[in-house]
């Protein structure tokens, strides 16, 4: 094993070697004409999506040799246990991937941190540590492919990104990348075999193989078969997104149509007695609207930034970045990189740091529960309004003919400007606040018009249709001058997309659904959540039935597909596409080759009795 793992080291030394300086030279390039670690998650994605096909070249590359039978004679001579090839190649591998990745990473934070002014948190060291896991987790999954035989297989490469693909902490999203790397290891060992066409001859090995087979399977299959959908109905043009004139009373056409149309929609369905006369009023009327700016909020030590927490002062030639660490914004001279000061909850100057990572909106700052303003001069924060936990503000100041919003999880609130002390922004002071009709992750936005003898609020849900919200409705809330709200109309929003389209991704496979929801409610990902007492999702019978055939009819074809093969895998596999659905056949076809007759009528025939030694 050794051998083995020296040999590989010295075969792709220089490689690894030349990819290394090729990694930090494009590290310093790109230190040199920005901060990548104050990039914001996209542009981070890039780089990460970088390293898992480097690490997938290069299994490519390492087992296109290995399968030469020239490069194996000499093991014909030291056989050794395919445990300990795998062991020797995987170790080789990793030591090659630290080498060319993670090293030059790891040197490129700490270059930034020890040798520039710019702000490096503790978070960002670990960085270097997630690039190494996702491109080893794509040299497993590049072995596999190689060695496995099955070009389907390449399913695989997706559970990684079906596991990590989470803006959460970067210490908090080491379980689940590791977790990928002991199921990428677990298949690629499947694939060490003599024979590589062969299904694993272990339950374990069935187990191990399968289940990054099946979630990945379910991947494919989800959005393979919603890409191929919504393209079949592009072509026919008759998509809901791309038609000009999308279905009459959906979500879509409320999305694109403007307030005052919005308004005279649902006014039409309204059986007040002051309907007519508001419509008079609204079609000479400017409404506005108001939105959730944010779905999420950043979270503390966030492995990619959620945005660019970073602003430059033009005036003083300071550069502000918020450090995760200290929870301050750290300045520094835009010239020299020497230190400019803090920047804390009062301003400038004061050390007391935020309670939360701030989003920052133009001259606004925001907390889950705090809203601030920045004075571009003096640097001083001032608080503009403040709800109590565990409410969460979604967006700053929005104003609708001078008219100031702001927009919770569980209520829109209306404000009017107070006195203003000396070089201060005026403070907001409630008028009054109207209760969200329905669950804040549906609310797609406000449509408001200012009439004379009070206000009109369209709360317009049905963002999370598409995703199988049931229930959306076109709520219409009359407002008088004291603050007094009355529900005045309520219009049931229509389904732009079929319903098995609209829940593809609980009835394909509910148990997988389940599971692939975990890491959501196990991590933080700084998530508005809808206000407490929402009904939980609910999926119609039509939905639940459909999931009930899907369920009978994989247990089926798995059945079918095994049928040369011994009974008890027919009973294992039949059980497991009941439980686990579609993507539980379509692994089984990438796993199990059909048996000639002859070789089922050998596995089922019963085994021969031993001949006595005296015969």
Same mark, same amino acid.
């Given at each position: ?12 030394r ?10 930090l ?5 790109a230190?040199?004409?920005?901060e990548?670690l ?12 970088? #390293?898992?096909?480097? /690490?997938?070249?290069?299994?490519? @590359? ?6 030469q039978?020239?490069?194996?004679l ?29 090293l ?9 941190d020890? *040798?520039?002014?710019r ?9 270097p540590?997630? &690039? ?17 035989g ?13 596991l ?21 290891a677990a ?10 066409? @062969? ?9 191990a ?7 990945? #399977?379910?991947?494919? !299959? &989800?959005w393979g ?8 109905q ?8 791309n038609?000009? !004139? ?18 005279q ?18 079609a000479?009327?400017?409404? /506005?609207?108001?939105?959730?700016r ?7 030590? =966030? ?39 803090w920047? /804390?909850?009062?301003? !400038?100057?004061?050390? $007391? ?5 701030? @989003? ?5 700052? =925001? ?23 565990p ?20 209520? &829109? ?20 606040s ?8 549906? !609310? ?6 200012r *009439? ?10 049905? $963002? $999370?249709?598409i ?13 008088? /001058? ?22 593809k ?8 659904? +389940? +599971?692939? +929801? ?13 206000a ?32 040369r ?10 059980? +497991? ?17 059909? &048996? ?20």
């Open positions: 094993m050794k051998e083995l793992f020296l040999s590989e080291c010295r075969r792709f220089t490689v690894a070697l030349v990819a290394a300086t090729i990694h030279v494009l590290q310093l390039m230190s040199r004409m920005t990548p104050q990039m914001g998650w996209r542009e981070q994605t890039v780089i990460l999506i970088a #390293c898992a096909v480097a /690490g997938l070249a290069f299994a490519v @590359a390492q087992f296109s040799t290995h399968r039978a020239s490069r194996w000499w093991l014909m001579h030291r056989p050794l246990p395919r445990s300990r090839i795998f062991g020797a190649l995987a170790l080789a591998s990793l030591a090659l991937l630290v080498a060319a990745i993670g030059p990473a790891l040197l490129a934070v700490l270059g930034s020890r *040798l520039t002014g702000t490096v948190d503790s978070h960002h060291y670990l960085i540590l997630h &690039l190494l896991l996702t491109s080893f987790s794509a040299w497993l999954g590049g072995a596999y492919l190689m060695l496995s099955r070009r389907s297989a390449f399913v695989v490469l997706f559970v990684p990104a079906l990590c693909w989470h803006l959460a902490a970067a210490d908090a999203l080491l379980a689940p990348a590791l977790l990928a790397v002991a199921l990428m298949l690629a060992y499947t694939a060490f075999a003599p024979d590589r066409t @062969a299904p694993p001859s272990t339950t374990s090995g069935w187990l193989a399968g289940v990054p087979l099946v979630l990945g #399977c379910h991947f494919v !299959l &989800l078969a919603s890409i191929a959908f919504q393209s079949g592009m072509l026919l043009g008759v998509n809901p997104f038609s000009p !004139l999308p279905p009459s009373g959906g979500a879509i056409e409320m999305t694109r149509a403007d307030g005052r149309a919005n308004l929609r649902v006014l039409a369905a309204s059986s007040d007695a002051r309907a007519a006369h508001w419509r008079r009023q609204v000479l009327l400017d409404t /506005g609207s108001v939105r959730a944010w779905l999420e909020l950043p979270v503390r030590g =966030q492995v990619g930034n959620f945005q660019k927490l970073q602003w430059f002062d033009n005036t003083r030639n300071i550069i502000w970045t918020f450090s995760h660490d200290r929870m301050l914004f750290e300045g520094r001279d835009a010239h020299t990189d020497a230190p400019r000061g920047i /804390g909850m009062g301003g !400038l100057g004061d050390l $007391r740091p935020f309670s939360a990572v701030p @989003a920052m909106d133009g001259k606004y700052l =925001q907390t889950a529960q705090q809203l601030l303003q920045i004075d571009p001069e003096t640097h001083r924060i001032h608080l503009l309004a403040s709800v109590a936990a409410e969460t503000l979604a967006g700053p100041v929005q104003e609708v003919g001078r008219q100031p919003f702001v927009l919770t999880n569980r209520r &829109l609130v209306s404000y009017r400007a107070g006195v203003a002390p000396a070089g201060q922004p005026a403070p907001l002071e409630q008028v009054y109207v209760p969200l009709p329905g669950p804040f992750g549906d !609310l797609d936005r406000v449509d408001v018009a *009439l004379l003898d009070g206000t009109l609020l369209s709360f317009n849900f049905g $963002r $999370r249709m995703d199988g919200e049931v229930g959306s409705r076109q709520h219409l809330v009359f407002v008088d /001058g004291a603050g007094r709200a009355q529900t005045v109309a309520v219009r049931e929003v229509g389904h732009d997309f079929p319903l098995l389209f609209e829940h991704d609980w009835w394909l496979s509910p148990v997988i659904h +389940a +599971a692939l +929801a975990l890491p959501e409610r196990l991590l933080d990902k700084g998530l508005t959540p809808d407490p007492g929402t009904v939980a999702q609910q999926r119609p019978a039509a939905v639940v039935a459909a999931a009930l055939v899907a369920a009978i009819l994989s247990a089926a074809l798995a059945a079918w597909r095994l049928r093969h011994p009974r008890r895998q027919v009973l294992a596999w039949s059980a +497991a596409a009941l439980v686990f659905g579609a993507p539980c056949v379509a692994a089984l076809w990438v796993l199990a080759p059909r &048996l000639p007759r002859a070789a089922s009528a050998a596995a089922r025939a019963p085994a021969p009795l031993p001949v006595p030694a005296t015969a």
